[in-house]
């Protein structure tokens, strides 16, 4: 006779739950809240200017418009914006983790002179505001004949790179110098070492890092509006501003709702993806030394 397996159930902690009720109810709400606007916004992108202002978008009365679509990717310009946003965050990232991962494991491998300050001095360039560096930057920029592309790229990297460093550098601080010592034994450099072993150690929190940044660079707005000189350079969210202003005009609203669905899109399914990723990398780390 087969031996019945015994399941065994965790109790509720019912006193706890009822500690975090209200903030399961916040969270609910939000969620709520965020899913009813999301649906609108994908109805209002699939029906025409007069259904939108009607409020019936979600009858669908004249049909769907997946032409609202190819509208927003052609006439609106979508595609040079996104194409523009995907250079921008792909570039930055590769450059800020090609700065930020070998400082990281620097400092946080190695005593020095200055190594105490420059960690403080990442800590503190994490703290200012953007908004008052953007005239001595745009100043600079104009004196150095730096603009462009080039130069929005550039701010990205440096913009991005205290805030890698520091977090890359509290995952190579727990890692084991066993391995290091192990790859001393076997011949490997100092470089290799860090290419082939430690490197690959902190994967989860390049991925997680890497996705922080390309979210960040991809909905960047600020420094975009002021350092673009044209459309053709213009990233997603300068784009979706230009495309507001053209409605006044067009009157093409389910346009630009569809203009809105493409922009998201990439964070989301980027988000949605690799949600396991994102959450390994901010609570992992490797085996302590």
Partial sequence: MKKEKKTYKAKINWHKELRLLPGYLIVGVWVLFTAVMLGWIVGASLSTSREIFSGQIFKFESGVHWENYATAW???????FFANSLLYSVISCVGVLAISAPAAYVLSRWKFTGGKALRIGLVVAMSVPVIM???????????????????????????????????????????????EEAAYLDGCSAPKTFLKIMLPLVQPAIVTVTIFNFMSVWNE?????????????????????NIINSMKYTGQYGGMFAAVIIVFLPTFLLYIFLSEKIISGVTGGGVKG
């Fill in 74 to 80: 052609n006439a609106q310009n979508v595609s040079v």
């Fill in 133 to 179: 560096v953007i005239m001595p930057i745009y100043s600079l920029s104009v004196q150095w004949g730096i603009k462009g592309r080039v130069l929005l790229v550039i701010l990205y990297i440096l913009l991005r790179v205290p805030y890698t460093t520091i977090y890359l550098l509290d995952f190579f601080s727990t890692l084991s110098r066993a391995y």
């Fill in 221 to 241: 707005f600020f420094m975009a509006l002021i350092f673009t000189t044209s459309e053709s350079m213009a990233p997603v969210g300068v784009g979706l501003l």
